[in-house]
C-alpha cells in the first residue's frame, strides 16, 4: 500500500515556476515508479512526466519537454515536478500516481493515486 500527497500547486503567472512534491508513506516507495497526470477542466486525465525506480530514466509528454523535470528523492520518499515557463494551457489538477512496473503513459498501469493539487496559470 502506498499513500501519496502532493502539494506545492497554486496561481501563478504566465512565464513563472512551481515545484510540485509528492509524498509517499510506506517503505515500498523506492519499489514504484512514479508519474505525474493532470487533468484541465472539461479534458481527459493526461500523462505529463514519469521516473523509474531508480530515478536513472524519465518520460515526458511532448508538451512540456524541456520545461519541466521530474526527480525524485528514495531517502525521503518523495517525489518532484519542477515546472518553468509556465502556460495558462498547463493549467489543471496535478495528480502523482505510483506505479509498480513503470513508468507506463496510461492510467491503468498506475496502481496508487494522490488526490491531486491544483495549478492555475493566469496570462
Known amino acids: 500500500q502506498v499513500r501519496l500527497v502532493e502539494s506545492g500547486g497554486g496561481l501563478v503567472q504566465a512565464g513563472g515556476s512551481l515545484r510540485l512534491s509528492c509524498a509517499a508513506s510506506?517503505?515500498?516507495?523506492?519499489?514504484?515508479?512514479m508519474g505525474w497526470f493532470r487533468q484541465a477542466p472539461g479534458k481527459e486525465r493526461e500523462f505529463v512526466a514519469g521516473?523509474?525506480?531508480?530515478?536513472?530514466?524519465?518520460d515526458y509528454t511532448n508538451s512540456v519537454k524541456g520545461r519541466f523535470t521530474i526527480s525524485r528523492d528514495n531517502a525521503k520518499n518523495t517525489v518532484f515536478l519542477q515546472m518553468n515557463s509556465l502556460k495558462p494551457e498547463d493549467t489543471a489538477v496535478y495528480y502523482c500516481?505510483?506505479?509498480?512496473?513503470?513508468?507506463?503513459?496510461?492510467?491503468?498501469?498506475?496502481?496508487?493515486w494522490g488526490q491531486g493539487t491544483q495549478v492555475t496559470v493566469s496570462s
Open positions: 500516481a505510483a506505479d509498480r512496473l513503470g513508468p507506463g503513459t496510461r492510467m491503468a498501469a498506475y496502481d496508487y
Open positions: 510506506g517503505r515500498t516507495f523506492r519499489n514504484y515508479a
Open positions: 521516473i523509474s525506480w531508480s530515478g536513472g530514466s524519465s
